[in-house]
């Protein structure tokens, strides 16, 4: 009789875990890392998954060529590599080579829809940059035309960005990871 009861239970058991796990993998987002083909894993990403993966976070990244199609809208507003902090309110500091001073814009993400002005017309997540101010169309980037474009990230505003003040050192060339741009800057210390 023991043996009949301890068998509902373990199958139970064994259901509960297997729902579980499959739906831990049913969330990509979850588990992504920003930078180099770690964003692969937001592909298929609803636009909210793929806002609480950058929101939070420090990224190196630059401004996509503009062989990938966004001629007509300069959606990232700044030559070359930079870092930027993506604040969970939708704010977005920036540290460029070109400013001394941190430029503030702004961020958020879209859904997955087919852009005309990307080479390929690929779908999948917007990462969407708005560093003009103004409302009234804010540029997107399919995310997946982003992967050679994101380098680094770590978890927070960790060279403590704000917007409008002096930027925390001249950026150095060609950054690729951040703990490399905080040893350049004596922050590591």
């Known amino acids: 009789m023991k043996h009949l009861t301890i068998t509902p239970l373990f199958r ?20 992504a890392k920003i930078g180099g083909r770690g964003v692969l ?5 609803t636009p909210e998954e793929t806002f609480k993966v950058f929101a939070g976070q420090t990224v190196i990244m630059q401004r996509p060529k503009d062989s990938k199609g966004y001629r007509r809208d300069r959606t990232i507003d700044v030559e070359g590599r930079f870092i930027a902090y993506f604040a969970p309110n939708g ?7 070109d ?13 997955s829809q087919n852009l005309s002005t990307g080479p390929d017309k690929k779908t999948g997540p917007l990462l969407c940059l708005n ?3 103004k409302s009234a169309r804010i540029p997107c980037i399919v995310l997946r035309y982003m992967n050679d474009n994101l380098f680094d990230s770590a978890a927070g505003n960790i060279f403590n960005l704000r917007p409008g003040a002096a930027v925390p050192a001249q950026l150095p060339r060609s950054p690729g990871k951040l703990n490399r741009v905080k040893a350049a800057i004596g922050q590591d210390k």
């Open 12 to 31: 139970l058991l064994a259901g509960a875990v297997l729902v579980m796990s499959l739906a831990a993998t049913a969330m990509p987002a979850q588990a």
């Open 41 to 45: 894993s937001l592909l298929n990403a």
């Open 91 to 97: 704010t977005l500091l920036v540290w460029s080579k």
């Open 99 to 111: 400013s001394d001073k941190v430029i503030q814009a702004g961020w958020g993400t879209g859904g």
């Open 131 to 133: 560093f003009t101010g």
